[in-house]
């Protein structure tokens, strides 16, 4: 199994409490890839040349995570500005997230070319490379795109062909439609709920995985990248759907009881 993330990198800053953390979709889902035992797994993206990129390297460093796709480009290191509500859920402002290298960065033939031979590729939707991976990838890969919880169903429409499992945080009122478009398309559709657990559509059956109760909430962010590290491994070694729900809402548990998307 060899595990790939794109190519989100980024530094969490949390001005109530002066503190910067690393993260991004695809650094917190390969950290938790490295965590949960998988030793083949690769990171790409880009980052500056300033102290938020060393964070990520040092980062990368500490937990032996290649650092052969990181490039280092003329922008600054993304950011994003995170704030936490009493109940622990993050919140973003107007000016919160800085795009900076993530924006900038795409692929080369060569990147492309090193991504043949990987079982297992997750994306973030808003990726700027989303429709071009889409357009490389091959029969044989798992093509894993989190739509977060701001692209509605129809940008899922327009990509879902090409993708095996759509990840999103949704919302009660979603759900009868995702499970229509799962059975339409033959695919699988995994939402999370936040305090409501989350669901998971395959061949027009609803599974349902209660959320694991946490003593007090910290800090949600990360928890989605999480989930959907370990959903996609038991998923990929088993074809278990319910114990893929059920370890996707463990790893999302622990998370949930730090500050930033990874210790």
Known sequence: MKIVALTSLCVDIYPEKDKVYVGGNSLNFITQCKLLGCKDVTVIGAIGNDRYGKLIENHLDKLKISRSKIYKIKEPTASNKIYINEDGDRYFKKDSWNGGAFDAFRLSENDWNSLTDSTILAMPAGDPNLKELLNQRNKNQLIVIDFLDYLGIEVIREFIDDIDIVFLSGKEEM?????????????????????????????????????????????????????????????????????????????????????????
Do not use: P
Not at 195 to 217: H, L, T, W
Not at 226 to 255: C, R, S
């Open 175 to 263: 759900l009868n439609e995702l499970q229509e478009l799962s059975a339409k398309k033959g695919k699988m559709i995994v939402a999370t709920l936040g305090a409501g657990g989350s669901v998971a559509f395959f061949d027009n059956r609803r599974y349902y995985q209660e959320a694991i109760k946490v003593e007090k909430i910290i800090d949600s962010t990360g928890c989605g990248d999480a989930f959907q590290a370990a959903f996609v491994i038991e998923w990929y070694q088993t074809h278990d759907i319910k114990k893929a729900l059920y370890k996707g809402a463990l790893a999302a548990k622990k998370v949930l009881s730090f500050i930033g998307g990874v210790q």
